[in-house]
């Protein structure tokens, strides 16, 4: 049996491809556990500077197995209720680890973004589409709500009104509507989602190392702090920065009018 999601590693760049491929790589208790798994580990790996995420064949993700669901029918209501309950709330874990690890996270999406996948794939810092890509919330066609913080991330994404249309309706976009709404920042030819990945990541590599965890936890702290408190982080930010090596180096190359070679401070 394969490994339902692969870990790759090359230096500081972790990549989790979703291995499900005949699936859709539709999420399982399986996947599910090691996305956990992995996404825990990469969390308190101080190598790790970069993480991408994408999915195995044609798909990123369609959702959750829907054979898996089934199953759970023969148990009584009231049984599949705390069934579900708990299985939600422990993967959930995987989408903080996400959140939470300085790492910044690329998503690299074709095919379906449905469902779960497309709740990973928000909560992903970035996110690049080829022109296959297709979207949609999908729960409400099973009878669901969004898990996955699917909530929390499109009302901040594309506005409350938009996500409501998003959740309510179900409809399906393409990758040029999700790029209009600010759902992925880049949507290129099939052919060149790979390497549009690569330069994405190939550009947070060769960038500041604590300038860039900073700016990823001040952004998503934002909308939870006041105006004050997050003034007071961003100054903190600013003076712990201007303490590295990578500050000096850029303020150098800049007046050198040469490219900055950033170290891993």
Avoid: W
């Avoid at 500081?12 to 798994?37: S, Y």
């Avoid at 449905?114 to 009878?143: P, Q, V």
């Avoid at 936890?217 to 939870?224: H, P």
């Amino acid at each position: 049996m394969s490994d339902p999601i692969l870990l790759a590693r090359d230096g500081p760049v972790a990549t989790l491809t979703l291995n499900r491929p005949a699936a859709l790589n539709t999420l399982d208790a399986a996947l599910m556990e090691a996305l956990i798994a992995h996404t825990t580990a990469l969390a308190a790996d101080a190598s790790v500077r970069c993480v991408v995420i994408k999915g195995a064949g044609r798909h990123f993700m369609a959702g959750g197995d829907l054979n898996f669901f089934s199953e759970t029918l023969r148990l009584p209501a009231t049984e599949r209720q705390t069934v579900f309950e708990s299985l939600i709330g422990r993967m959930h874990a995987a989408i903080e680890n996400l959140h939470r690890m300085p790492a910044p996270v690329v998503a690299s999406v074709r095919g379906a973004v449905a469902g779960f996948g497309l709740s990973l794939m928000c909560a992903c810092d970035l996110a690049l589409a080829d022109d296959s890509a297709y979207f949609t919330s999908a729960y409400r066609n099973i009878g669901l709500t969004p898990d996955g913080g699917c909530t929390y991330s499109l009302a901040r994404i594309v506005g409350v009104r938009k996500a409501m249309e998003i959740v309510l309706l179900g409809e399906r976009f393409d990758a040029h509507e999700a790029l209009r709404l600010g759902l992925v920042n880049r949507v290129v030819p099939a052919a060149d989602l790979e390497a549009a990945t690569a330069a994405i990541v190939q550009a947070l590599m060769t960038g500041p190392a604590r300038a860039l965890a900073n700016g990823k936890r001040l952004v998503n702290q934002s909308l939870q702090q006041t105006l004050s408190t997050q003034l007071r982080a961003e100054a903190a930010s600013f003076g712990e920065c201007a303490a590295t090596a990578d500050f000096a180096e850029g303020i150098a190359a800049f007046l050198g009018k040469r490219a900055a070679q950033f170290g891993r401070e």
